[in-house]
Every structure is written in structure tokens, then in C-alpha cells.
């Protein structure tokens, strides 16, 4: 808050976007997309998803978003509490997969958006809004994805009060298409085994993903992220002997619920372990 | 034309005069400490007074519609680069309004060739405690007025705003003495009301008025309310969540208020 930055902009244009605040401040630099190699230089390939698992799927109580723990570098494990599952306000969630450091400044970008949207265009921004910004973020970030640095590819998972009150899903790709899920999505390293599973207990399980009780979805979370983990090292799945859980969270009419750990594991040792 | 310092000096007070006369019928805005927070009120505008700014800062402002509209967009931004740079805590009322705001209202003020802000604006800061509650008056010139304690003045947990000086110092003395910091919500609405009531009384009468009788404001405050709203929020103590502003309903104000 130097004095110099009260040259009060009379550019009101994009007096709502946050992240144009930013860059008008140098505050948040643009991934340049490097040039296209030349014939005869070899290529840089990039994986389209990194390391972790994420999923997401819609049941009775308003949608389930879950997270594994895992933080990996290459092959080693950085870190095992690594929270991926992100509230950005009192009605979202991001859940993250992908390069932790840009995933973590796109969340904050993401937060201050639409504090400051609503801050000074007195009203909350819309879903659809959100949704978009999201997508914003991933577009302006795609020089990054394209140099192999800097990957995200979140969930995005909110409640929608107008104009019909529901729960709302969506899951994006790394240049920030957005795509709306009607039951589950779910992407990171572990996500084949992961989508597997939700696309069976929706169709061929007892009940379908949206008839499920709070415990029963937990333990269809818990079950698919074990058998992610199970193939996929970059996947914390459920540490037994370290007692780690993923991180749960749920999205209602109410708001954000944070599962605690003790439900958790209470879930997990009768229906999972 | 102003390169004498008499004719700068003259210029400044005509405008000053021109400012205080356009602020003058600028309708009150009260904001009290209470135990569980601090009340921002003001009664029966079309035109929003009362904003969020971030998050345990609130802000009121009278004044031309389009200047109020700059200075709190330029504090959003202030604020919202800071948070989002280093973290909220590091967000400060103080330095938001005295080296940013203010300054630039002065310089706006004094360079007689360019248009000053029309605008006065109360600003509030929630803290931990009511004692830690800080409140700030900024003044079209960029004069500040604080509620900390100087050696002139005891510490208070409240700060007015209005269109007058006088008016001003009435809901001032007011709440001096008849309101306690660590009052409950429904007593520190109760209070902001006849605090407001005073103020709206001594601008309506004009020049030369004293402290109105209690039923007078009570009167006042009852007339007031049959035929306009109440604009309120508050800046909520408790810090399990980080957003501490949330603006009242004129209908859930209406059943706390004493008739």
C-alpha cells in the first residue's frame, strides 16, 4: 500500500476483474506460450495430468468433493498432508490436481475474485461467472502448461441458488474448457480407476451416486481413492499406518462442510479397511 | 492568478465553504461498537451509503454519488492487492486511510484548479476486542479524525458522520454518554437510531439547536421510520470466518427496535 499506487484508475472497463487488477499492478505475470518448435528440434511433451487424485460426484446431501493427501515430486513422495480440496468462498470449492504451486496461487487469484467482485459491484458474482473466471485462470495459464511447468486441472464444485436451487459440478481440462457433470467427475494421475468406479455404482450399484446417504458416499470416496492409490504411486489413497485420511468435504444449500477426520475413519474402518 | 498565497488561501476557503454547503444535507450515518461487533446505520436513503470494503473493514460516506464511488473503489483495490499479496492480517485500516487515501484527497483539495472530492466517509475497523476497535472520519480535505484516545479526548467505541459540524457533535455528545461499548445488539441499534434521529433533527432545524428533548427524538425517530428504511450492516467480533461484514434487513431490524 505505498502511496504511489492511489493514482485512482479512471479506467473503469474492467473495474470487476480482479485478476486484471493484478496484472495492471505487476502483480501476476501472463505465462507467455513459447514459440512453435522448429522442424527437427525434438518436441517437449507434457503430461495432461499430473500426480494426485481427485473426484467429485453429487448425492443426496449436495456434492462430495474428495482429495488424496499425496504431494509427489518425480518419483518421491514431497509431502503426505497436502490439503488439494480448497474452499474458495462460503458456496465453492476447487479441488486441484496438477502442479501444486500454480494450483495454489490460482485458488487465492480465484478467492480474491469474487470477494472483490462482490465487494465492488455489490452483488455476488454468478455461478456462471465463477465458473468462467475459473476457466480464465486456466486460459491465461496455458503458456505455462505448454513449457511443461505448470499443469492444473481442478474440479470445480459450488450451490446454485438461482434460478433453481441445486448443487453444480464442474471439471475442466488444462487450456480451461469447462465441462458441467451431471453425476461424478474426477481427474489426477488415479483418475481412470477412479471414473471406473463411479461410472459402476452409478449404474450397476445399489443405489445411484444421487440416492446415497452421507455415509454411504463417504465410503464409495474412500473405496475409490484406495483403488486409485492402489495402482497409481503418485496417489496417497488412505495411509493405514499413518493413520492419513483424505480430506472430505461437502457442498450444500447450507454451505461448506469439512468432514472430520474421526467420521472419516470411522466410515473407513467399517466399510473400507 | 494564484500565485499570491492570500488569493490561495482565499481560493481554499471558498471552496471550503462551497464543499461544507454541498455536504450539508448529507443525512446521518452511525457507527457504534458493541460487544459482538460494530453497527453501521443510517435511515431511510435510496442510494446505498454503507459498504464492505474487506474484510473487517466497513465503510459510510455522504457526499456526490460519483466521488464516493472512486474513493471506495480505490480503497477496495488498496485493500484487495494487500490481502491478496501478503494475507489479510496484514490488511490495515490505518495505513489504508492515512497514507493512501488521505493524501490524495488533500493534494485534490488544495490544487485549486482541479475538482476536489466531494465526499466525507467513516470508515471502521472490527477488532478482537471493542477496545481494539478502530474507527476513522476522513474529511474532503483529507483531515482525519480518529476514536483513539488523545489528550483531549477519551477513547470512544462509536464515530458519526453527517452533514453538518453541529449535527455531528450532537449525536457525538449523545453517545458519549448515554451508550456503553459493551452493550448487546439490540441496545447498540437503539441507541444508533436516537443517535442518528439527533443528528437528523439538528440538520432539518438549521442553525442554532441544542440537544433535543428524549421525546423529541423519539418522535423524530417514529415519524422517521413509519415512511423510510433502515440501512444498516454490521462487522461481525467472531473470528471463525474471515468475512466479518454482513448488511441487515430493514424487516429483521424491525422487531428489536424499542417502540
Known sequence: MERSSVAFDQNFSGAADFPALLRRKGLLASAVIPPLPQAGTP????????????????????????????ATAGNTVVYDRADKVLEIDRHSIMAIAGVPATAWEMARVLEHSFQYFRRTQLQEMSVDGKVRALSKLLRDNFGFVIQGIGVVVPIFATYDSHPKPEARLYFYDAMGAQFEAADYAATG??????????????????????????????????????????????????????????????????????????KIAAVFKETVA | MIEEPYRWVEAIANRREYIEAQLAPGSPIAAVGYRDGILFLTVGQTRQKLFEIYDRIAMGAIGHPGDIERLRMAAIELASTEGFTRSAADVSLRRL??????????SAFEQVYGAPYLARMLFAEVGESPNEDLFLRVEYDGEIATNGGTHAQARQDFAVLSGTRQSRELMEAFLKTQYAPEASFEAA????????SIGHISLQAGNENGQPERAAVFKHRQEQLATSGIEAAVLERDASTAIRYRSLSDTELRSLIHE
Open chain 2, 97 to 106: 486511510v492515512h497514507y493512501s487515501l488521505s493524501p490524495v484527497m488533500k
Open chain 1, 189 to 262: 494421475s488415479g483418475y481412470p480407476a477412479v471414473r471406473g468406479i463411479l461410472y459402476y455404482e452409478n449404474n450397476w450399484g445399489r443405489k445411484t451416486l444421487h440416492e446415497l446417504s452421507e455415509k454411504e458416499a463417504v465410503s464409495v470416496a474412500l473405496r475409490a481413492l484406495d483403488t486409485a492409490a492402489e495402482s497409481d504411486t503418485a496417489t496417497g489413497g488412505v495411509d493405514r499406518s499413518g493413520k492419513i485420511y483424505p480430506v472430505i468435504k461437502i457442498v450444500s444449500r447450507e454451505g461448506i462442510t469439512t468432514l472430520p477426520e474421526s
Open chain 2, 189 to 196: 441499534l437503539n441507541a444508533a437510531l436516537d443517535a442518528w
Open chain 1, 43 to 70: 518436441q517437449k511433451t507434457w503430461q495432461p495430468t499430473e500426480a494426485t487424485t481427485i473426484l467429485a460426484f453429487k448425492f443426496s446431501g449436495g456434492v462430495l468433493v474428495a482429495g488424496d493427501r499425496r
